[in-house]
């Protein structure tokens, strides 16, 4: 009934398995394979024949399905996918996961997850020593944006500890964040049920970063209107740009109004492990809360988020609550159960994929990774700085860069162009590389360094098919 | 730096880490393995020393980590684990989880993950085909505590359009949920901004399940209280009795009041695949919205949980908002973005893992393994009713066992009597079943038949087990 259930087939069974992985990687470094092999939906649809029968699939399907799952999947350890926050391949993750998956221990209490929930305070413990918070707290959640969330959550509940139990006030609270902060924010006030209107944004600058003097007079306005501003989110490395918010300055306003102040470093965190960067984040440790994905730069596999704050009490005086009579039981250990104050009954052990990646790489391996990645960035700007056809559209701060292709012919709409060009790029598959566009129409490549793989000569090759592709047009 | 990278690295690290977990679950198959190495929080952390150097650890390190991850880990693949609501192993669920993670491609867009997006929209069509749902919708999410929130959050978006943009409506909004019911409700309603006041406890019967009469009249109370009834959840498989609420009657009442009808079956909802069970979610496919999650008995892995709805548009309509800029482009396949309606950005693929074991198992394999662990309870609800130290506390419905051991002398407080011994079993080690207890003091064991690993003669031994230690006491 079960294909694969005794220790012969297992034997057999890893071998397969091992020899599919190793030659899909081995792929993934042959320049001539295609990061991706485009097919429409409707076409993969038809392709893929997904079907589950009245009896059971032999091993040999499986191993079909898998082999078609590899093949029809971009390629995120090939090095000229640019693509996407997270990309890159790290094998002590991968261990990692796979060794979290086998044991398959619930987070939800000490008793379940000894070690996991160790190993997870370990990692909230030297993260918060890298941001400073000397007293804080944290736990892993299911993403970014579920940390900016509890951000929202854990504000809400400190400035208004009835809101529990009653429900929102009768008030309209506000949440401020920049014109470039990551769409998360919106789902966020959504769901807490503050609503899409109280989501107040703040200009940015032409380099992405919030304009800390318009965030001041939007929470006046706020409060002129009879509002309740209750949070402002810094974001630290934007998502299309890069860009980095006036931490400090965003921190005096948000102590002058008595604001909760969180940091999205979702993507732009990293900088607290580089001494290039880290003057970014000045400040961060007077921030009330930290979002930070290791997943996004640091190859650790989707997912390994985590929500820090500075108080170390205000996760769980915001999220405790309930199960106590069959899982929180009080012993010696119920101090540690992390589900008394998680969003999640279930969780899935997070931490030892991060926790194997940071012990192999050390502190000194781990800057020496981020300070890689921006090498890599300054080597493309440089090209693109020369090349008469590319144009940068910002000064990076962090590991995007945004620039456009310029047309060879005049009269040509330069948005419509660089789009164009972008979706011929992919449909070729030899690279993904993203785009954006700003609200005025401006239509960018937008190249994120999130790859340790990709190395220099990736990105002299991707300008060159960049260039030749656009002659093409 | 770091520190297994070239092909050579990684085909000696494979052989190592196979041999590790081949070695790790041969001994989860000798009775004598310990399920749990019991270690105080205090004790376990002085055992591991957990620490990251400033230079980088050798592999040698790595693989020291991870045997001692394993180590100290509870056993949840060991016969004797039947502790929790996910346990048991499933190779190709491990397949498909280390394939995610070599891939590891995002959710959020077709673009990235064309396979893994067409495999979760097959999984959806396949569990709405089983509840009866004929144009519904679904989504994968992390945790049934997450579909549960998600359900009240479509139910208010339903019956208020405008909370979405203007925040909840000023008006006390109702959930309705018995009280055996999962404690992820009263996370959700905290977290919503409804409160926990208006999370209404309807009775249950001695036998777990919500007393719709009960139901009915706290919600006309609602109503006269002058508060809006939003939703009421029915629990198919409750936690610690597995009891199913009458679905249909529920329905009706819902219907009556224009309530949204919500069926947590995150635990129960295996149900839906069994000739034996099914009749006990009768009446679900007029229901709103339904939890799944197929880590809990089919062994899948955490996280593999599912939020499935009636309607076709709600969790768009009620989700959608956010990241035009840069990541949901307009193009042939934007309407399969299932990042354009998830709470997530960056999302795991849980899909494959799911997909192998169920292809795998077939149609009918998956009905097999859902009723072989029916004949597992039955077994074990046999030997305890047979003996005269046991004693059964409720009929079970699902795959929860309920008992208390009755204490061989007289004056003793059975509910400390039951509590002491089991604490005295976990410590011993080998092996390991919940407890529970009610708000009146009981206290009793919990076996969950959640793990397909275990087998009858494993429960045999169990028996014997709590008896004979019992004369210790």
């Given at each position: 009934m079960v294909s694969i259930s005794t220790k012969d087939q297992r034997v057999d069974a890893w071998q397969k398995l091992v020899d599919i992985i190793e030659s899909y990687l081995e792929q993934n470094q042959d320049p001539e394979t295609p990061v991706v092999k485009y097919r429409s939906a409707q076409d993969l649809k038809e392709e893929l024949e997904l079907k589950i029968g009245e009896a059971g699939a032999d091993s040999n399907e499986v191993f079909s399905e898998i082999s078609k799952y590899l093949e029809y999947s971009?390629?995120?350890?090939?090095?000229?996918?640019?693509?996407?926050?997270n990309a890159g391949f790290n094998f002590n993750a991968l261990m990692g996961e796979i060794v979290s998956f086998i044991a398959n221990t619930s987070m939800a209490t000490f008793e379940i997850a000894p070690v996991a929930t160790l190993l997870e305070n370990k990692l909230v413990e030297e993260l918060n020593k890298s941001i400073g918070y000397e007293n804080g707290h944290g736990i892993m959640v299911t993403g970014g944006s579920n940390a900016n969330l509890m951000a929202i959550h854990c504000a809400r509940n400190r400035m208004f500890p009835n809101a529990k139990h009653e429900g929102n006030p009768n008030k309209e609270l506000c949440v401020f964040v920049s014109?470039?902060?990551?769409y998360s924010f919106q789902k966020a006030v959504s769901l807490l049920g503050l609503g899409l209107n109280n989501l107040i944004k703040v200009k940015s600058t032409?380099?992405?970063?919030?304009d800390s003097e318009d965030l001041e007079n939007k929470i006046k306005k706020c409060i002129e209107d009879g509002k309740t501003p209750l949070l402002v989110a810094s974001t630290a490395g934007t998502t299309v740009m890069g860009a980095f918010d006036p931490v400090a300055k965003n921190q005096e306003i948000a102590k002058k109004y008595n604001l909760w102040h969180h940091i999205d470093g979702a993507w732009g965190g990293a900088a607290l492990f580089s001494e290039k960067l880290r003057?970014?984040?000045?400040?961060?440790?007077?921030?009330?809360s930290f979002t930070f994905d290791a997943h996004k730069l640091l190859g650790t596999g989707l997912i390994t988020s985590f929500f820090l704050t500075k108080d170390k009490n205000i996760i769980r005086e915001t999220n405790s609550g309930g199960g106590g009579s069959y899982l929180f039981h009080e012993y010696e250990n119920s101090e540690y159960d992390t589900g008394a104050y998680s969003l999640q009954c279930g969780r899935k052990v997070d931490s030892l994929k991060f926790w194997l990646t940071w012990k192999a790489l050390g502190h000194k391996g781990l800057q020496e990774f981020v300070d890689n990645q921006v090498a890599k960035r300054e080597h493309l700007v440089n090209l693109i700085n020369e090349h008469p056809r590319l144009k940068m559209l910002h000064e990076p701060q962090f590991l995007n860069a945004c620039f456009q292709v310029l047309p060879e012919?005049?009269?040509?709409d330069i948005n419509k162009y660089n789009f164009d060009l972008r979706f011929k790029l992919v449909k070729e598959g030899k690279y993904l590389v993203n785009f954006s566009s700003w609200e005025d129409g401006t239509v960018f490549f937008r190249h994120v360094f999130a790859n340790n793989v990709t190395q220099k000569e990736d990105l002299n090759k991707l300008v060159d098919e960049i260039v030749s592709l656009s002659k093409t047009m």
């Open positions: 971009v390629r995120t350890t090939h090095p000229q996918f640019n693509n996407q926050l014109q470039e902060a990551h032409v380099q992405g970063e919030m003057h970014r984040i000045k400040g961060c440790e007077e921030a009330d012919e005049e009269n040509v």
